[in-house]
Structure formats: structure tokens, C-alpha cells
T-cell receptor, first 114, second 115 residues
Framework: DTGVSQDPRHKITKRGQNVTFRCDPISEHNRLYWYRQTLGQGPEFLTYFQNEAQLEKSRLLSDRFSAERPKGSFSTLEIQRTEQGDSAMYLC????????????FGDGTRLSIL | AQTVTQSQPEMSVQEAETVTLSCTYDTSESDYYLFWYKQPPSRQMILVIRQEAYKQQNATENRFSVNFQKAAKSFSLKISDSQLGDAAMYFCAMGSGGSNYKLTFGKGTLLTVNP
């Protein structure tokens, strides 16, 4: 169990630029989740994958956001035309698909928009 | 819609003492799970303890235990013999959506442990 890995740890970019984050889940976990955490708040659910299928997207995930998990292993989260309000910590988690299995979180990617 | 409420933004405890963090929730689901996660500063979120809603017995994990009151929709965390390493932000969360895929978090309680 090497844990959930996220890259990069920090990303600073100018408003209007595109950014992409990567998440590598725990190898035997077939579920992968993305959350967003703003300062002073708990994480908010964005989307989740069961293997390569994206099964739900939150209303928080606007058209500028897209997530993929092409081979059912790692996942990417892309934000196009970034805005000031996108500044947040983006957390990835993974789990087995059994209902009682907890989600294991990565360290997160902190996005700062200038 | 599910909601999780943590009414204590900050708590403090003396080392070796006991502290209780409060959490209430609301859901229309009958099958759900409740969790406490710990997030130390600049470090990853770690699962502390979990409780299945269908189990009446309160979960315990070493110095951590919960008081689960299903009718009152209350799920508090008790930390016994507090240690300096317990200092962190604690989040209460609820998992639902059939197979527990979507976690709804509270806003967190920042716990300070005083030596």
C-alpha cells in the first residue's frame, strides 16, 4: 500500500490558463474520487470513477472542469480558463468498491490563481 | 440532500485529558456510514474511525470512540488520553449514495492540544 499520490503538490497560474492535475490511486482500488476544499471548509465532492467509468459529477463541476480515468488506473482533472474562484485544494481519494470500504486520501494539489 | 454540521470551530484540551467533538447530520437515506477524519496541517486526511448506521454498538479504535445516537442524528468523537500528535483539524463525514461513494463533510473542528 503506497498510498494515493497526487501531482503537483502546488500549482500557481495566471487567470485564464489551463491546468491539469494527476492522481494515482492505491493500486488495488477501483474507485477514485475528486474533492475540492476551500479555506475553512470541509472537502466537497466533485466526481467519482468506478474503474474507467465516470459515474457521477457534482453541480460544482462546471463545463470548464473535466476529469478522466482512461485505463481505470490514474486520473486527471483539468480546469480550463481558470478563474480566481478556482483557487482551492484539490483532493483525490480512492477505495475498493465494497460499501464499507473507507476512502483513502492523497496529499492534495493546492491551486493558486494569480 | 445530506448535511453534516460541526458546531465547534475550535476546541482545546490538555495533554492526557479527554475531549469530545460534536457532529450532527441529516439524511433521508436509511443506509449510510459515518466517519471522522483527521487532517494535520499541510498533511493528508487520515481516517480516524467509522460507524455503520445499521450497527447500534459504538465504534472504538484505541483512544478514539464515538457516541452514535441514530434517532438524534448525532455522532460525536471522544478522544481519551489526548496526545500532542492529536492536534489537527477533525472532519465529520457521512457516506451515502448506495455504496458509500459520496462523502459529505462538515466544516471541521480545529483541535489544539496543550502540553
Amino acid at each position: 500500500d503506497t498510498g494515493v499520490s497526487q501531482d503537483p503538490r502546488h500549482k500557481i497560474t495566471k487567470r485564464g490558463q489551463n491546468v491539469t492535475f494527476r492522481c494515482d490511486p492505491i493500486s488495488e482500488h477501483n474507485r477514485l474520487y475528486w474533492y475540492r476544499q476551500t479555506l475553512g471548509q470541509g472537502p466537497e465532492f466533485l466526481t467519482y470513477f468506478q474503474n474507467e467509468a465516470q459515474l457521477e459529477k457534482s453541480r460544482l463541476l462546471s463545463d470548464r472542469f473535466s476529469a478522466e480515468r482512461p485505463k481505470g488506473s490514474f486520473s486527471t482533472l483539468e480546469i480550463q480558463r481558470t478563474e480566481q474562484g478556482d483557487s482551492a485544494m484539490y483532493l483525490c481519494a480512492s477505495s475498493r468498491s465494497s460499501s464499507n470500504q473507507p476512502q483513502h486520501f492523497g496529499d492534495g494539489t493546492r491551486l493558486s490563481i494569480l | 440532500a445530506q448535511t453534516v454540521t460541526q458546531s465547534q470551530p475550535e476546541m482545546s484540551v490538555q495533554e492526557a485529558e479527554t475531549v469530545t467533538l460534536s457532529c450532527t447530520y441529516d439524511t433521508s437515506e436509511s443506509d449510510y456510514y459515518l466517519f471522522w477524519y483527521k487532517q494535520p496541517p499541510s498533511r493528508q486526511m487520515i481516517l480516524v474511525i467509522r460507524q455503520e448506521a445499521y450497527k447500534q454498538q459504538n465504534a472504538t479504535e484505541n483512544r478514539f470512540s464515538v457516541n452514535f445516537q441514530k434517532a438524534a442524528k448525532s455522532f460525536s468523537l471522544k478522544i481519551s488520553d489526548s496526545q500532542l500528535g492529536d492536534a489537527a483539524m477533525y472532519f465529520c463525514a457521512m457516506g451515502s449514495g448506495g455504496s458509500n461513494y459520496k462523502l459529505t463533510f462538515g466544516k471541521g473542528t480545529l483541535l489544539t492540544v496543550n502540553p
